[in-house]
């Protein structure tokens, strides 16, 4: 014992020791944990208690922060919201390890930079939270709704980057997920902090009413998953006789840039699209290659020089129509050329192939297929990791498409899929221009083997869930997958990581329209959530204060 304490006192543990043991810095200590809790919480970990984070994260708030309450609390959310996505996104630093020479110095500081930067959004709101937190009982509804604010915020603003928000804590497909279908994901995201913020102002020795908020949240969680249940056996899938094969080679993103392993990767493409179906089943009408499929523009792979335009120029049967993931250059309004992140629909008719339909993607993703403020950053070695000479250039705002003998579609390319309404067009029941089916193409090969692409996974099932369509998501290296109107993966559909297949899938039927798709605005429900978190405990504020709380002290 004496040997271990005089450990502790050793020059350099000592200021660790101290920093710990020290009762101001306890608040501090909480709020890293609580950033901790919650990531664990989410997919593919899974721990749900950890959503008890929230709660945790509040009582911190609410401790006594000191000389610098203001300074301290933005700091709070800050280290919170650093160590909840430094979890959520140290895959980050897979991508630039793909080439590593190059882009390999990027890595730790990437892996760093954006946890610190998406953390800002935190602290601002641990910040205002501060500020302006009601001092009645109801204050952890104010928590939730401008922590939920913050969040909508976060995956709007500029490029947005809307990963993991506190609604995809549920796993797409579970009964509390299908809350989504109402209020989409922030609103569940708002439910879900709301219902684990509320025991953090859980007040002992005060009789029921400082059980109040946790009854408060029992019963909205119980409600949330009754509805959920209701809605998983209620709503009838079925098929609708449209056959579509995906593609999955398994070729990692270092091993596809080789140009040894092109002939080898082409040929795997070709083998799997023009493999014959099993005994008692048909060709497929649609064959789905993943974004990016090949390292080569569309251009050098249909050159007239070049072996593999006979190959592309017979691969499918008549009839049949393929979905390829391409990179192709197309003159700009503005003159010259840009380059496209794209998605080209091919179809043979009369023994003739040709390209029946595009779709560009429109949402890019920042330094990995564009460099803001390009100027500035590109002489500082911060350039895109596209492997071509410039950055890609965004195409039309993300809609349904009709292509000839393919049921309506709405495309998303790679992350597209993470981000809620995407499409704003707002459907009736019955309505004929609403897309009978979602087609997710991704590259998830740059997330590596890391917990990136089981996340990625679990986001996009919500646009299922929210929109009540089925989705069919085709990537190079897993995971592959069709998803049914309820967010499930279909049974037997999946190709996990590494696992090189393909599969021929019946595509699932949509389900009735949600009333989140129903909605004007898509964000509808959630906004009149923050409506009611933001201003009804304020309009409470000296009612519900004088008969509960005569002052609102510290609790730590």
Request: charged residues 15%; hydrophobic residues 45%; glycine residues 10%.
């Amino acid at each position: 014992m004496t040997d271990f304490r005089a450990l502790l006192k050793h020059p350099l543990l000592a200021p660790v020791v101290n920093f710990v043991g020290d009762p101001r810095q306890r608040p501090r200590m909480l709020a890293a944990i609580s950033g901790l809790l919650i990531a664990f919480a989410q997919p593919p970990f899974g721990f749900l208690p950890g959503l008890l984070g929230y709660g945790l994260l509040l009582y911190a708030l609410e401790c006594d922060l000191g000389n610098w309450p203001k300074r301290t609390a933005f700091f709070m959310g800050w280290l919170a919201g650093f160590c909840y996505f430094f979890v959520s996104c140290f895959w980050v630093a897979e991508a630039f390890l793909v080439d590593a020479e190059t882009y390999g110095w990027m890595a730790i500081p990437a892996a760093m930079l954006l946890p610190a930067g998406i953390g800002l959004f935190w602290g601002l709101f641990a910040l205002i939270y501060t500020k302006m937190r009601p001092a009645n009982w109801t204050r952890f509804v104010y928590f939730a709704a401008l922590f939920s604010l913050l969040e909508m915020t976060r995956g709007s603003i500029m490029s947005g980057f809307p990963w993991n928000p506190a609604g995809s804590t549920w796993k797409a497909g579970s009964a509390l997920s299908q809350m989504a279908a109402y209020v989409g994901v922030y609103g569940l995201g708002f439910v879900t902090v709301l219902v684990f913020s509320s025991v953090g102002i859980v007040r002992r020795g005060r009789g029921v009413s400082g059980y109040a908020p946790a009854v408060f949240g029992a019963l909205v969680l119980a409600g949330c998953f009754g509805v959920g249940e209701y809605r998983l056996n209620t709503v009838q899938i079925r098929d609708t006789g449209y056959i579509i094969r995906y593609v999955q080679p398994a070729v990692g993103q270092e091993a596809k840039w080789d140009a040894r392993n092109f002939a080898h990767l082409f040929n795997l493409y070709v083998r799997m699209s023009k493999t014959p179906p099993e005994p008692g089943h048909r060709v497929p009408d649609l064959i789905i290659w993943p974004e990016g499929a090949l390292p080569v523009t569309w251009e050098n792979l249909t050159d007239q020089d070049t072996w593999t335009l006979p190959v592309m120029a017979n691969l499918l049967a008549e009839n049949q129509s393929l979905m390829i993931g391409t990179t192709k250059q197309e003159p700009s309004p503005k003159g010259g050329l840009v380059w496209r992140n794209a998605m080209l629909v091919l179809n043979r008719k009369g023994g003739q192939e040709q390209i029946i339909g595009q779709y560009n993607k429109y949402k890019l993703v920042p330094f990995g297929e564009f460099t803001p403020y390009q100027d500035i950053l590109n002489p500082l070695g911060m350039s895109a990791l596209t492997h071509f000479d410039d950055s890609f250039t965004p195409g039309e705002r993300t809609k349904p498409h009709d292509f000839t003998g393919i049921p309506r579609v709405l495309p998303m390319i790679c992350y597209e899929g993470i981000f809620p309404s995407l499409d704003m067009t707002r459907y009736k029941q019955n309505d004929i221009l609403r897309p009978k089916w979602i087609v997710n193409i991704s590259n998830d090969a740059w997330f590596g083997p890391t917990t990136g692409p089981v996340q990625h996974l679990n986001l996009a099932s919500f646009r299922a869930i929210e929109e009540g369509l089925p989705m069919v998501r085709s990537t190079p290296t897993g995971i592959s997958a069709v998803i049914d109107p309820l967010g499930r993966v279909v049974p037997g559909t999946a190709t996990g990581l590494g696992v090189a297949g393909y599969k021929d899938i019946n595509l699932p039927a949509p389900a009735n329209i949600t009333a989140y798709a129903m909605q004007r605005f898509a964000y509808l429900g959630f906004v009149l959530c923050l409506f009611l978190g933001l201003t009804v405990p304020k309009l409470q504020y000296s009612f519900v204060n004088r008969l509960f709380l005569r002052k609102n002290r510290p609790v730590c």
